[in-house]
């Protein structure tokens, strides 16, 4: 069997390692799967986004630890991808030159079709989704948000918007260390079912299951999980429209500090959670959906499972 390879994903509000192998029966088999709450897309929202030098230090750094991490596993190749953060910053090359800098790597700057495409091809390798060929996906980032059509088993269509948690969070909702005012909220829901609306994406028949991926939605899960004593992997994969929305507003009346304090919610992310769950509600509310099913399999397994052919 070849050996391991290793995919660092740079995403916009964390930065994740996956040191992956091809087993006897030919699926994705993790070795190790590392994600640093990294944030470096302060101000994504901007017209001229720049990512901050104290942003890309920390970046750099986080992305030195990983590449350090995976080469414990001496894989045969490392490959460090971007994605919305640094595609969209005006100095996003200075950060790519930043990292090969430091780790001696060239960091591969993903258009957004290329990212919506490796995030479908990353779910297409979970087992839980074996001979399911057609369904629809959605990915939740920081700087946008990713939906890919499956039908027999190919990736039909995949498109990348500007909808991300950090992005929304930063233009709607600017005042978020207290509950979240309603009106923010409304104006953010508006927006997004406004650009959902225009995009070309075809989210029939209702009968295709829709499968989420992100941090966003693992985050949902663990805590909806832990609400019940129970851990993320034991806890159903399926969420609810209802428990999904009865979630966004008992955090969204929280205050910042408060958010912080929930179990299974990390402190880096509280800030951004209330506008990541608008965003999810009013998807499922936009293409009259009532659950959605999380899978693990994202970004990184699609560029392992290319590195791995």
């Known amino acids: 069997m070849p050996g391991p390879v290793a995919v660092i994903d740079a995403g916009s509000n964390s930065i994740k390692l996956l040191v992956a192998q091809k087993s006897e029966e030919g699926r994705i088999e993790t070795l190790l799967s590392e994600t640093k709450e990294t944030r470096i897309s302060d101000g994504i ?59 001696g790597l060239r960091m591969r700057l993903l258009s957004g079709t290329e990212e919506a495409n490796y995030i479908g091809l990353g779910i297409s390798h979970d087992p839980a989704l074996d001979g399911v060929e057609n369904f629809l996906q959605v990915d939740i980032g920081g700087g946008s948000l990713e939906l890919v059509r499956f039908k027999k088993g190919e990736i ?86 209802g428990e999904l929305v009865e979630l966004k507003n008992r955090l969204c009346d929280m205050s910042l500090r408060a958010r912080a304090e929930v179990p299974h919610l990390p402190s880096s992310r509280a800030d951004i959670i209330p506008a990541a769950l608008i965003t999810i509600v009013s998807l499922l509310n936009h293409i009259n959906r009532t659950s959605l099913t999380h899978s693990f399999y994202n970004l990184r397994y699609g560029v392992a499972a290319e590195m791995l052919q």
């Open 45 to 103: 929202s901007r017209e001229l986004p720049r990512l901050r030098l104290q942003a890309m230090i920390r970046g750099s750094d986080t992305i030195m630890e990983l590449a350090r991490l995976a080469r414990e596993y001496e894989p045969s190749d490392i490959i460090i991808v971007a994605t919305s953060a640094v595609r969209d910053a005006v100095n996003g090359y200075d950060f790519i030159d930043r990292v090969e800098d430091s780790t």
């Open 156 to 241: 039909k269509h995949a498109i990348s918007l500007r909808l991300g948690a950090v992005r929304m969070n930063e233009r709607f909702l600017s005042d978020s260390d207290g509950p979240i005012l309603r009106n923010g909220e409304a104006a953010l829901s508006a927006f997004v079912r406004a650009e959902l609306a225009m995009s070309d994406f075809k989210f029939s028949p209702k009968s295709w299951p829709l499968v989420a991926t992100g941090g966003a939605f693992a985050v949902c899960r663990a805590i909806l999980a832990a609400q019940r004593g129970q851990s993320i992997d034991s806890r159903n994969p399926t969420m609810d429209l």
